[in-house]
């Protein structure tokens, strides 16, 4: 079946600009996660979503980070004023239930210039 | 969570064996070990997981001695598209590894050599 897809698999933009990274999990997928990934290090958890609800933003950085799941499926990570140091991969992740093997997407590629 | 530390880098020729261990000598006794692969512009997949003993799957063995003080992952007869970042996780199964939040090290890259 489908895996969990995100859109753009690519971002490029400049400081100070809005952006929306999209994440489609796995259908039935009840569990989405956001994290960021470095170069040369390993992913960071940003945000876990149950449902439509955040149940834990504990590693997303600072205000400027925010995410929604409305309707429990798809989600959006949205970053506003865009510093240089936001540039990494955000990666998606979704699973069955909270304590089942997470399933990455390709991660979109966040650039900013 | 418990600290993981694994070699940064490995080299293997084709066809052999591969074993990447992990040190975790502050494991819980409720926590789990878990190996994640991760090639190149993909998501981290995950691979296998263990408490105790010996796990074997289609891919991978995982050994972990009496203490749990440390992971063996088994790559058997490796070929050049297991080149790839293994990350080694620790966590209770219902707040790290295998749930939420997995906390992920900079891993071992592993370059198979023909």
């Known amino acids: 079946g489908a895996g969990v897809s995100q859109t753009p698999s690519n971002k490029v933009t400049e400081k100070g600009k809005y952006v929306e990274l999209r994440c489609d999990p796995i259908s039935g997928h009840t569990a989405l996660y956001w994290y960021r990934q470095s170069l040369g290090q390993g992913p960071e958890f940003l945000i876990y979503?149950?449902?439509?609800?955040?149940?834990?933003d504990s590693g997303l950085p600072n205000d400027r980070f925010f995410a929604v799941r409305p309707e429990g499926s798809v989600s959006t990570l949205k970053i506003q004023r865009t510093e240089r140091g936001d540039s990494a991969v955000y990666l998606c992740?979704?699973?069955?239930?909270?304590?089942?093997?997470?399933?990455f997407g390709p991660g979109t590629r966040l650039l900013v210039l | 969570l418990a600290k993981t530390t694994q070699p940064i880098s490995m080299d293997s020729y084709e066809g052999q064996e591969v074993n990447i261990t992990c040190s975790h000598n502050?494991?819980?006794?409720?926590?789990?070990i878990t190996w994640y692969q991760q090639f190149p512009s993909q998501g981290p997949r995950f691979i296998i997981q263990?408490?105790?003993t010996k796990v074997t799957n289609e891919v991978a063995s995982l050994f972990i001695p009496a203490d749990r003080k440390s992971s063996t992952l088994s790559l058997p007869r490796v070929s050049l598209s297991d080149t790839a970042v293994y990350y080694c996780?620790?966590?209770?199964?219902?707040?790290?590894?295998?749930?939420?939040?997995?906390?992920f090290g900079k891993g071992t890259k592993l370059s198979v050599i023909p």
């Open positions: 992740a979704s699973s069955p239930r909270v304590s089942g093997t997470q399933y």
């Open positions: 263990g408490y105790k």
């Open positions: 996780l620790v966590g209770d199964r219902n707040s790290g590894a295998g749930s939420y939040q997995l906390t």
């Open positions: 502050n494991i819980a006794t409720n926590d789990y």
């Open positions: 979503f149950q449902g439509t609800g955040a149940a834990d």
